[in-house]
């Protein structure tokens, strides 16, 4: 298992000793390492058993460091950045050469963001790289949004873990990119789309569909907890399953067909920031529950409902 605790010397000298630390974030914990250094990138997806062509996001504390690995910064983009980094917001831009093709597997564009966690702030101004960090959770699982969820899972794989508490928003990045100086959205997450249309005007285009080559992260196998998630038709389930063997995952009220102690409800007071804050950790209790299946009820599609939505349907493919 790994060491769990709050010292950030101790998170630098693994870190430029090519080691990787898992680090908070206010959307998820990550699984940090040298982002210009291609034993610890490399290491980051043999521990996460990612296949390389899935490109990572690099981790920094300003905006003028973006600036020295990126070619350039469209406006919007710029307008985006000052008004959500640091934050959960990841831009897509066109990557200088100084970024390792094996962190973009390949690709033009660099993913980059600011996160808003004190800790891994101050230890991003410690630092003389960036971080490549994706979420710490093994390729296809539910991220994690506490330090004992990431030592649960790659406690084995990595010496230390910087804890910070339960992440504040609990689910990853909004991930922006532009095309033709036209903004796109490549993953719904901690921003939502009302939000980031209040500061660039309506954006047309969404590519969230699995099968999108630029976006290769966007599996549809993501986000999965290891019990099989059903979106669909709690009728049909019932007629193969007992109500005690379903587990649900409600938005704000009990289900009636289910016994209670089977059921999470996301948010009573219908809160789409609490409910995504409770989204992770409860798929992960649920995935502990005495059941067979889990039923999950969509939220409607609006704010970080959206954002929700999009794990849940992901996790039910
Ligand atoms: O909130 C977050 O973004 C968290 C925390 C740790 O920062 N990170 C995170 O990383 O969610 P990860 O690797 O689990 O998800 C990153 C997503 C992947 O779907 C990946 O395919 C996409 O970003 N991505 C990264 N670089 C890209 C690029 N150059 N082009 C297209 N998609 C990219
Ligand atoms: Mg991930």
Do not use: C
Request: glycine fraction near 6%; avoid cysteine; proline fraction near 6%.
């Amino acid at each position: 298992m790994a060491i769990i605790g709050v010292d950030i010397l101790k998170a630098k000298t693994l870190l430029e000793n090519n080691q990787l630390v898992a680090i908070p974030t206010e959307t998820v914990y990550g699984l940090a390492g040298n982002a210009f250094s291609e034993i610890a990138v490399a290491e980051i997806f043999s521990a996460k058993n990612r296949p390389s062509f899935d490109p990572l996001i690099i981790h920094t504390y300003n905006i003028e460091k973006i600036r020295e690995w990126v070619t350039e910064i469209p406006e919007k983009a710029f307008d985006l950045a000052q008004k959500f980094m640091p934050g959960p917001l990841t831009l897509l831009l066109n990557k200088k050469e100084i970024i390792p093709d094996l962190v973009t597997a390949g690709m033009e564009k660099v993913a980059i963001r600011i996160p808003n966690h004190p800790l891994s702030l101050e230890l991003l101004k410690n630092l003389n790289f960036p971080l490549a960090a994706p979420s710490a959770n093994p390729f296809g699982y539910i991220s994690p949004t506490s330090a004992l969820h990431v030592n649960q899972q790659l406690g084995d794989k990595i010496s230390y873990i910087l804890d910070g508490g339960e992440a504040k928003i609990g689910i990853e990045s909004t991930i922006i990119g532009f095309e033709e100086g036209e903004p796109a959205v490549y993953r719904l997450g901690g921003i939502s789309l009302e939000e980031i249309e209040k500061v660039i005007g309506k954006i047309k285009t969404i590519h969230l569909s699995s099968s999108n080559p630029k976006a290769p992260g966007m599996l549809k196998s993501h986000y999965s907890p290891r019990k099989k998630l059903f979106i669909n038709n709690l009728d049909t389930l019932l007629e193969k399953y007992k109500p005690d063997q379903i587990g649900v995952l409600a938005f704000n009220n009990y289900l009636d067909k289910i016994p209670k102690e089977n059921q999470i409800i996301l948010s009573s007071a219908s809160n789409f920031s609490e409910a995504a804050r409770n989204l992770f950790s409860s798929l992960r209790r649920l995935d502990h529950f005495n059941i067979e299946i889990i039923f999950a009820e969509l939220l409607p599609e609006i704010d970080l409902g959206r954002a929700i939505n999009d794990r849940l349907r992901r996790a039910a493919a």
